[in-house]
């Protein structure tokens, strides 16, 4: 039966990478891809020193394979940054970020530098213009780190590239939140993307703080809006057509002078602030990541791509709101299993389905807290791609692997999302039926 199935909210990166649902080309959100071999060693001070043409990097509380990845996104987002930022910059000599493998480091590495931690209370990262210097602390997953890395990079790069010191911080902090979020396959890299899934979910966090929102306060006044909700914003006037050239415009007399006033921001945009604040309000419920992650780790590559791995354990990734049919492609299970998760009222309550190297399928049952593993049947031996579908009849999850038809019994809520036993896969073409 064909169906018509609607991927994540960005478009896919394919052979046109800036092309939109429609056709036309997305100049707002380039993909940037580079064939980059960071240098690494080891750093006097404990961990990597990664350097590449525009970076210095000194990692710690991240292994050598990340250390060298996080190179790679760094000296990738450079011309990123050139191609994002209103006013081109270069550099004497490298810039340089400190990752730190815990809060402590991270504050005595500011004390080190001549800054005060307090400045930096509550955060996992900083960035201050006296030293031009980056800094952060690993955080639970490597998702996060990598999106508080590009964060304070942003700052850093940010600091560079505008005329004026003191701009709005709703204004400095949702720019760094916007390019923050970003695809990354290994090779390219899109900033400024809704992605799959992340723990920290800030699109969910701003749909409650948008009641009541006043953008002339944030304008006029320089009000603090909270992260999320500054992000989200910039999420809305970069992506909307009709919006993006004006955005363009404020953000390069922003950088210039330091600020805009609502009255010169209705001049531009052609609309009221209480239009462009009904626009926001209506926008943010539209812009959430569809996945949540249950247990680490997960990590959204691409537009229909995510990354799950689990150290001898099964983890999970489910679907905020449950659509009816799921399809997708996953890599073949190497030293575990790979499948989906098919029901779900709770981590200690849920049912998985998941495809062994040998061919052999087991369904996970999670009832409060008990976990029993059942044979589900089996399939040829996959290879290094397995084709997935799921849908829900009644009480059972009716599942197609690689063609082959099977129905489990699930004892909780109808659910849909991913799952990985003790491996490491990637899933692609990830598309789904509301």
């Known amino acids: 039966m064909a169906l018509a199935l609607a991927g994540c909210p960005t478009a896919p990166v394919d052979d046109d990478d800036d092309s939109t649902e429609d056709g036309s080309e997305d100049e707002t959100r380039p993909v940037i891809c580079a064939a980059v071999a960071p240098s690494v060693s080891n750093d006097p001070d404990g961990g990597f020193l990664v350097e590449t043409e525009h970076y210095r990097l000194h990692l710690r509380g991240v292994g050598d394979d990340e250390a060298e990845e996080l190179g790679r996104i760094a000296e990738t987002a450079w011309d990123a940054w050139q191609a994002y930022f209103s006013q081109g910059f270069d550099v004497d000599a490298p810039l340089e970020a ?22 930096a209370s509550g955060a996992g990262g900083y960035y201050h213009p006296s030293t031009r210097r980056a800094y952060l602390y690993a955080q639970p ?31 400095v902090e949702g720019v760094a939140e916007f390019v923050s979020r970003h695809d990354w396959d290994g090779t390219c890299l899109r ?40 992000m989200e914003f910039l999420r809305l006037v970069h992506t ?10 404020l953000r390069t007399t922003i950088d210039a002078d330091g600020s805009v006033s609502s009255d010169e921001v209705e001049e531009v945009f052609g609309i009221s602030i209480e239009q462009l604040e009904q626009r926001l309000v209506a926008f943010v419920p539209t812009d959430q990541e569809p996945m949540i992650p249950v247990y680490l780790e997960w990590l959204h590559r691409t537009p229909q791509s995510v990354r799950g791995w689990a150290d001898g354990v099964i983890t999970v990734s489910r679907h905020k709101n449950p659509p009816a049919e799921i399809s997708l492609v996953s890599e073949g299970p190497s030293t575990g299993g790979v499948g989906l998760l098919l029901s779900w009222d709770s981590g200690s309550d849920y049912d998985a389905l998941v495809l062994k190297p040998d061919g052999a399928l087991w369904s996970f049952n999670a009832v409060g807290g008990t976990n ?22 009644d009480a059972e999850a009716v599942v197609t692997v690689d063609g082959v038809e099977v129905r489990v019994p699930t004892h909780a809520t109808p659910s849909a999302g991913l799952a990985v036993e003790n491996d490491d896969v990637i899933f692609t073409e990830l598309s789904w039926r509301p």
């Open 240 to 249: 909307s057509p009709d919006l993006a050239p004006g955005w363009d415009a």
């Open 141 to 171: 997953s490597v998702w996060f780190t990598r999106v508080l890395f590009l964060h304070e990079l942003a700052h850093q790069a940010h600091g560079e590239a505008r005329d004026s010191g003191d701009v709005p911080g709703w204004y």
């Open 372 to 393: 029993t593993w059942s044979s589900a049947g089996s399939v040829g031996a996959p290879g290094t791609s397995v084709a997935w579908t799921l849908r829900h009849e």
């Open 191 to 230: 900033l400024g993307v809704t992605p799959h899934l992340s723990l920290e979910d800030p699109a969910a966090a701003a749909a409650s703080d948008v009641p009541g929102v006043s953008l002339a306060e944030w304008f006029d006044d320089g009000a603090w809006p909270g992260r999320p909700l500054a």
């Open 98 to 119: 400190y990752v730190e493998g815990d809060y402590n480091a991270f504050a005595q590495r500011l004390i080190t530098d001549g800054l005060d931690p307090d400045d």
